[in-house]
């Protein structure tokens, strides 16, 4: 395809990038991929690997849709560190105004071909005897899964690299685009699609896209079989989540195959220092025992955080960056880039090779217009 020596350089591997490469050399295109820190060692590391379909609005819908189908169809290709489970999401409904919202995401859902259930009181608390008495209900969505994500990068690097991709691992890149990319050590990488993947520190490469670091918290336990069967999300969390002013903490509890639980979430801007911030934990922890009294009980072996690249449209960023005809990005993925890693690939490389997508894509593309949620 290119005169010059790789068809695509990527700058980030994390699931993302790992995920444009990985789809790259399936696709036959030479791919070179750099990191400055280890595969999936950024926001990939710190995430909840939570692959879930989400209806904020019918782009954001498409996206996960598509990526979760993709990650169904990977499944059985998948080794079992990835610990790929398709325990199903309960969005928990505290009072009658989530009780309405769970029969909006059911008919938004039902109509789309996405299968769920709305759930009473007494099923929810059958299905999961440790949250509290007195919730109203929530929606089952079965087909959602939850899996490792470091694993699931590293799985996806390493197949790229048994179809021809090249890896280089710990070298920082300090300039790309115009066709190279340009390592701390002066080395130039010549291809002519050059592809921004490095999530939340993608604005350090590429000045002027809108992505802000939104820091969060996570807490993994130590392990109780049983105690949480799916992942259980608060319906709260969609109101927390589109919160782009304050700092915000949710119900999310997550059962992982060992029998741990992850904990979380928070949500914050403006927090640059990847320190815990105790009061923010505590709220959180707070939040999760509000829904599941028994957690005060368990014990929790460590806490970390990490940083979403967030959008002010709550959209990613998926295709060629204006002036410069051999750059692309594929960052801005927020919380929801371990779901969309496998569409985000798919999107990026059908742009590249010409092919034609099998979903909208312009609400993804760096060109677009934003009208909603802008950050402040
Ligand atoms: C607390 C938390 C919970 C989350 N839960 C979920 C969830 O349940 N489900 C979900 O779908 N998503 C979730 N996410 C979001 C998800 O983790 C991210 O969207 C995703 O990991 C982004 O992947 P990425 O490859 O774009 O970025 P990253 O994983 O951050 O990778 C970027 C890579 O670029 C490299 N890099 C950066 N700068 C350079 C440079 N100059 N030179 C070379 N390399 C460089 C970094 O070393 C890094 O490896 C969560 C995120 C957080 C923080």
Redesign the pocket.
Known sequence: MSKAGYDVAI?????????CADECARRGLRVVI???????????????????VMDDSDAQFALTRYSQTLWQQLRSDLPDNVEYEECGTIWVAGDEEEMQEVWRKHEYYSTRNVRARVLDEPTLRNLEPNLREGLKGGLLVPEDA?LY?PCA?HFLLERAQRSGATFHVG????RLGEGRVE??DGEQIPAEFVVN??????P??TPGIEVKK?????VITDRYKGFVRH?LVELGYLKSAHSVTTDSVAF?V?PRRTGQLLI???RQFGAEHNEVDHEILARMLKRAQEYMPALATVSALRA??????ATPDKLPLIGPWSGDKSLLL????????????LGTARILVDQITGAKPQIPIDPYLPSRRVHEHAHV
């Not at 070298?171 to 300090?174: D, G, N, S």
């Open positions: 700058v980030g591997a994390g699931i993302v990038g790992a995920a750099v990191d400055q820190d280890s595969a999936g060692s950024g926001a990939t590391a710190a995430g909840m690997g939570h692959i879930v939850v994500p990068a070298r920082a890149v300090t390592l701390s993947a490095t999530g939340a520190l993608a350090g490469l939104r820091k969060g918290h996570l992942q999310n997550q979380g979430s928070s970390w955080t990490g940083f979403r690249a594929a960052t801005g993925h927020e919380g929801l880039g371990i779901t969309t890693s």
